[in-house]
């Protein structure tokens, strides 16, 4: 197998001459060092994530620059394959890529096909028209109220676990959408009272549209955004965890995630299967 030296400085309260490096070796399977590449599949709709700047109609978002870092530490090019969102799990299976990163959430269903680097944690928030912010001081004011998100995501589980839990006799009245798009399209037309977004996107999006929404509370469920990479290939799991923790140690990783706005949504660490 290949290996890939990677240093990492290690900073505290020490003097330059007390600083220490660490040196280790990450493995690469055979036929990715031999290729010179690896194969990451991508949906580039989900910003900050992943999506194609407008301007240039390159791939941009945390997701590239994290990728492209992470190639750089394992000495191989990144090759990009767009796909659709029903051919992520296909294509880990078949070996048609070596991994998935593109915002894709760690669940324990999907353990069975991939196992996943979890490298950012994030979590389902509700947000409201920004013109109605002062109906929904706190999350019990949509107790009874028309709330919609993706119907391809988990949040309609999580909202209605949230809502039998704090509703009672009242439950959020729950809408499903085709996307995160037409949750926001529903919500501005008047249709839902509130939305359900990822919290790791909705300050961007916020930023896209100035005046237009507000959140409500927090995040009301936990998640972990992962690095999608078949099962058997231990290998590669063990490089991607590797060089994912040697980005944290050297700042680039909070370098990345101060520029796209999800600095709390920091790991302190790289997790594998994390997700629930």
Not at 60 to 65: C, L, N, Q, T, V
Not at 158 to 180: A, H, L, R, Y
Request: charged share 20%.
């Amino acid at each position: 197998m290949k290996r890939v030296l990677v240093a990492a400085a290690l900073f505290g309260a020490m003097t330059v001459s007390a600083l220490s490096v660490q040196a280790w070796a990450i493995e690469l399977p055979p036929e990715i060092a031999k290729r010179g590449s690896i194969k990451i599949a991508l949906v580039p709709n989900y910003p900050p994530m992943e999506f194609r700047d407008p301007a240039t109609n390159t791939l941009s978002g945390f997701d590239i620059d994290l990728g492209e870092a992470i190639g750089r530490k394992l000495g191989v090019k990144i090759e990009w394959t767009e796909t659709s969102f029903a051919e992520f799990m296909p294509s880990i299976s078949t070996g048609r890529v070596d991994a998935i990163l593109s915002g894709f959430t760690d669940y324990a269903s999907r353990h069975d096909i991939a196992s996943f680097v979890d490298y950012l944690r994030s979590g389902p928030k509700f947000f409201v028209q920004q013109s109605r912010a002062s109906e929904f001081k706190d999350m019990a004011a949509l107790c009874g109220k028309k709330v919609g998100a993706s119907r391809r995501t988990m949040f309609p589980a999580e909202i209605d676990k949230w809502s039998q839990k704090n509703c009672g006799s009242n439950p959020i009245q729950f809408v499903g959408t085709d996307g995160s798009a037409d949750a926001r399209t529903q919500l501005r037309q008047g249709r839902i009272d509130a939305a359900v977004q990822g919290n790791e996107t909705l300050p961007y999006l916020m930023d896209l549209e100035p005046g237009t929404y507000a959140p409500v509370g927090d995040p009301f469920a936990t998640q972990f955004t992962g690095i999608a990479l078949p099962v058997k290939e231990k290998a590669l799991q063990q490089a991607m965890i590797e060089a994912v923790d040697a980005l944290i140690v050297d700042g680039t990783y909070k370098t990345l995630l101060a520029k796209w706005k999800l600095t709390d949504n920091a790991l302190e660490k790289a997790t594998i299967n994390a997700g629930q």
